[in-house]
């Protein structure tokens, strides 16, 4: 099996801390990266073709290179790193720093000097006490071994790394959100243009960039591109922290070649719990659309999922049993993003609402002919008119269960009654 | 002893006021610091009063009204009124699938309250919370900011027992130091 990521992951006593770290090679890829220019490393970055592991996919080299120049530009700079993780189903991101936290530390000096910045935030969800404890220890860990600091390395570059836990609002997840959030402001997002790359925190350039993300750097940096880019069995490049929720034997993570498929996973987690059948899957946390049982050897990156009209989203993928009501299910998730809605754009504040009152109604036996096109109606407005793409991400489930378990919501308003209950 | 009023105006203690003042030291703004400011006030009051918020707010050098903006937005900071010990109990998707409307309902009879609730004695609140990120274990609830996974009837009972038994871990609830 191969370990790039979760290669330091261990139960050894000490393990997470700096000795271990460095014993196993860690800050190598810092001090490489120190001793050659900026452009060089995003060069290599942009060369791996790694995409960003938060959703998006966004290619992280390209973020990177877009931070306006630094001449001319004004400073400080700053690195956000997302570790908001609330997309549900998702918890890859703990995973990886409660058991590596320096890997992403490293990453994250490493992407400072790229983007040539002043000041890290590492923005934690504020569920995750352990994790930022051990956040904060590794931090002070680096500091004092000068790889973080003042004159990193000699370097005459200075950076430091804050950690800052959130209140909890799924918003401040969306990357103009997390940085209102950061300036202590509701977590509503910005209109776009202008990027964060040119004006994100206080107006300054500022990368904002996944946990999974930024811990793949130092490995890239340390082998190189084409090593990283090699790893992927598809067309993406590298490896990926899969998980697994749901009835399965053994729900939990595993680091898988980028285009691994939803059966190799499915096996790895042990299969279906005894007396549960697989019905469905959302591949990638809650806002990506559902794959049924003929999709499961579809490679999970970002092309092919895309090809397939699907998405990669967080690659935690949540399963569905054939003993869970469709209908409950999509009132569940629609009363998520009804109330994690920040109310900045009209369509998600009223038609998300409007949504979850429509899927509870027909759950609840008081579905009326007429509401499976009232909500595919509604469902086509909301996702193209907001500012962010969390209302899209709201919308891909939802249009997509209602098309996937059509069967279902029939029996439910032909009956007048849920006939999983 | 640090109980007094900070200011002859303010509700608000010497010991509230220094911890916010420590965490203005670090923040490169007075208000980016003001999720953590009532984050203090929360984790030495429990919720956050009108009166509170407007010493906050003064400290900060914020209007009420864009503090208040903040503090009802976040999910975390409460403007109510909770008992001693807070419940959280994920209603999100991969917790409903494996059973979390059946650890509602056995937290609501234990407790003889709905979500949303505090019981008379004031000891416990319940609440429902979006997904809490630790979906390897579901169903999931957090209790005094310990996560608490796998939930049993027997665990959901045993986490209630020792939280009755043991004060409020202060350096779990809020933050670090």
Same mark, same amino acid.
């Given at each position: 099996m191969i370990r790039v990521l979760t290669r330091n992951i261990s139960r050894a006593p000490g393990?997470?801390?700096?000795?271990?770290?460095?014993?196993? /090679? %860690?800050?190598? !890829?810092? *001090?490489? !990266? #120190?001793? &050659?220019?900026?452009?060089?490393?995003?060069?290599? #970055? *942009?060369?791996?073709? +790694? $995409?960003?592991?938060?959703?998006? %996919?966004?290619?992280? /080299?390209?973020?990177? @290179?877009?931070? +306006?120049?630094?001449?001319?530009?004004?400073?400080?700079?700053?690195?956000?790193?997302?570790?908001?993780? &609330?997309?549900?189903?998702?918890?890859?991101?703990?995973? +990886? #720093?409660?058991?590596?936290?320096?890997?992403?530390?490293?990453? &994250?000096?490493?992407?400072?000097? @790229?983007?040539?910045?002043? &000041?890290?935030?590492?923005?934690?969800?504020?569920?995750?006490?352990?994790? $930022?404890?051990?956040? *904060? $220890?590794?931090?002070?860990?680096a500091e004092n071994k000068g790889l973080l600091g003042e004159n990193i390395l000699d370097s005459g570059w200075s950076y430091r790394i804050f950690v800052h836990a959130s209140a909890g609002r799924y918003m401040a997840g969306e990357e103009t959100g997390l940085i209102n959030a950061l300036e202590g402001r509701p977590a509503m997002p910005r209109s776009k243009p202008p990027y964060p790359g040119t004006s994100g925190l206080w107006g300054k350039p500022t990368v904002v960039n996944n946990v999974e993300t930024l811990s793949c750097i130092p490995h890239i940096v340390q082998h190189g591109a084409e090593w990283f880019a090699s790893l992927g069995k598809a067309k993406d490049a590298g490896t990926k922290i899969y998980g697994i929720s749901g009835n399965v034997s053994r729900p939990g993570c595993w680091e898988l070649p980028m285009g691994s498929t939803l059966h190799e996973l499915l096996d790895l987690a042990g299969g279906m719990r005894d007396g549960f059948k697989f019905r469905a899957a959302l591949p990638g946390g809650a806002s990506t659309m559902f794959m049924d049982a003929l999709q499961l050897d579809i490679p999970l990156d970002y092309d092919a999922l895309k090809d397939a009209a699907l998405m990669l989203g967080t690659g935690t993928a949540i399963i569905v049993d054939d003993r869970a009501c469709p209908v409950g299910l999509l009132a569940n998730l629609a009363m998520f993003y009804a109330r994690e809605s920040c109310g900045w754009c009209t369509p998600c504040r009223e038609g998300l609402p409007w949504v979850e009152k429509l899927l509870r109604a027909i759950d609840d036996g008081d579905g009326r002919a007429g509401d499976i096109e009232l909500l595919l109606d509604l469902i086509k407005n909301i996702g193209p008119n907001t500012y962010c793409a969390l209302a899209a991400g709201a919308s891909f489930p939802i249009e997509s269960g209602i098309k996937m378990f059509k069967s279902d919501f029939e029996e439910h308003i032909a009956q007048g009654k849920c006939p999983y209950r | 002893m640090t109980k007094g009023a900070c200011r002859r105006d303010f509700m608000l203690t010497v010991e509230e006021c220094a911890e916010i003042k420590e965490e203005l030291i670090h923040s490169p703004t007075p208000r980016a610091a003001c999720v953590d400011a009532l984050k203090v006030v929360q984790r030495h009051r429990g919720w956050i009063d009108d009166e509170a918020l407007g010493d906050v707010a003064e400290l900060l050098g914020m209007s009420s009204a864009e503090l208040d903006g903040v503090a009802t937005f976040y999910n975390l900071i409460f403007r109510q009124p909770v008992g001693e010990h807070v419940i959280l109990v994920c209603d999100s998707i991969s917790c409903w699938l494996v059973g979390s409307e059946s650890v509602l309902s056995a937290l609501e009879r234990r407790l003889g309250i709905k979500a949303g609730e505090t019981t008379a004695d004031g000891k416990f609140t319940l609440l429902l919370t979006v997904c809490l990120g630790h979906c390897d274990i579901a169903p999931v609830m957090m209790l005094d900011g310990e996560i608490i996974g796998n939930l049993t009837q027997e665990k959901i009972d045993d986490a209630l027992k020792r939280a009755l038994s043991s004060p409020v871990d202060a350096e779990n609830v809020g933050e670090d130091e």
């Open positions: 393990a997470v801390w700096i000795d271990a770290y460095e014993a196993n /090679g %860690g800050y190598d !890829a810092l *001090k490489k !990266a #120190v001793s &050659m220019a900026p452009d060089d490393v995003i060069k290599i #970055v *942009k060369d791996s073709r +790694l $995409r960003g592991r938060g959703g998006a %996919g966004f290619p992280t /080299g390209l973020k990177w @290179s877009s931070v +306006l120049p630094l001449e001319g530009s004004a400073r400080p700079r700053y690195i956000a790193c997302n570790f908001d993780e &609330m997309e549900p189903g998702t918890f890859k991101d703990r995973f +990886l #720093v409660d058991g590596d936290p320096h890997q992403l530390v490293e990453g &994250m000096i490493i992407a400072g000097w @790229s983007c040539r910045a002043d &000041m890290g935030y590492i923005f934690i969800r504020d569920e995750y006490k352990i994790t $930022r404890q051990i956040l *904060k $220890r590794a931090i002070a860990e | -």
